[in-house]
């Protein structure tokens, strides 16, 4: 079991920067692939960013040279570093762990740290 609790949300203007984190406990955490997502209000879900196990990283196109998802095995923690923010990255963002083997599919979730970029 994994439990997930992310932080680093808040408003910003357009252009600024925020980091989030999310923190895992439990053990073995370099063995999940990491993801950040996000839900505006009346939207899907839809992934922002990953990280393997291996540190190997995708994107988003709308973030693509903005967003930099990281890892740190030591602390347990991943992040999203967001930069040159725009209104339409306004979400709810959550963080997911997740890892398949033969015979199951691990997959968790955070709570959600709301994400707001207005003037």
């Known amino acids: 079991q994994v439990q997930l609790v992310e932080s680093g949300g808040g408003l910003v203007q357009p252009g600024g920067s925020l980091r989030l984190s999310c923190v895992a406990s439990g053990s073995r955490f370099s063995i999940y692939a990491m993801g950040w997502y996000r839900q505006a209000p009346g939207k899907q879900r839809e992934l922002v960013a990953s990280?393997?196990?291996?540190?190997?990283?995708n994107y988003a196109d709308s973030v693509k040279g903005r967003f930099t998802i990281s890892r740190d095995n030591a602390k347990n923690t991943v992040y999203l570093q967001m930069d040159s923010l725009k209104p339409e990255d306004t979400a709810v963002y959550y963080c997911?762990?997740?890892?398949?083997?033969?015979?199951?599919?691990?997959?968790?979730w955070g709570q959600g740290t709301q994400v707001t970029v207005s003037s």
């Open positions: 997911n762990a997740n890892r398949a083997t033969s015979f199951k599919l691990y997959d968790y």
């Open positions: 990280i393997t196990s291996g540190g190997s990283t």
